[in-house]
């Protein structure tokens, strides 16, 4: 779990969903977004392509109908393209959980018990960064 969570190599946060997302197999996809840098700081709204496997798909979009933030970490190291690592989606309330993918299912709950009381502030300290080591201590801490 944690070596998943520390590849982000990008972060984009997701605008809007594109019509018509492919549903099978790993496919580029065009995002409405804006990049996310370790700062939190985000860049000017941008369409970015991106290989997303169609099981984050149901999360991106019910994080964006729940008018909720959503982010993208991208990789890229030993791929073949950059494509969504994980996503994280962040409540209004500052709730957050892992949608979509192999984190969201038996990872996330191993990860929010690992990390106790500590889970939203730490997956929000996370956002943004594309420190292995950086996000490994965070995850460690």
Do not use: K
Request: charged share 25%; aromatic share 4%.
């Amino acid at each position: 779990m944690d070596n998943t969570l520390a590849s982000a190599e990008r972060w984009l946060r997701v605008l809007s969903m594109p019509e018509g997302a492919i549903r099978e197999g790993t496919e580029n996809v065009d995002f409405d977004v804006v990049p996310v840098d370790a700062d939190q700081r985000e860049g000017s709204p941008l369409t970015a392509t991106v290989a997303v496997h169609p099981s984050f798909l149901p999360g991106i979009e019910d994080g964006l109908a729940a008018q909720d933030d959503v982010f993208l970490a991208l990789a890229s190291n030993g791929l073949e393209r950059e494509g969504v690592a994980y996503v994280i989606v962040r409540g209004a309330d500052g709730s957050h959980h892992l949608a979509g993918g192999e984190c969201a299912h038996g990872d996330e709950e191993f990860l929010r018990s690992r990390l106790d009381g500590s889970y939203d502030a730490t997956l929000d300290a996370v956002i943004g960064m594309t420190d292995r080591h950086g996000i490994e201590r965070i995850l460690a801490s």
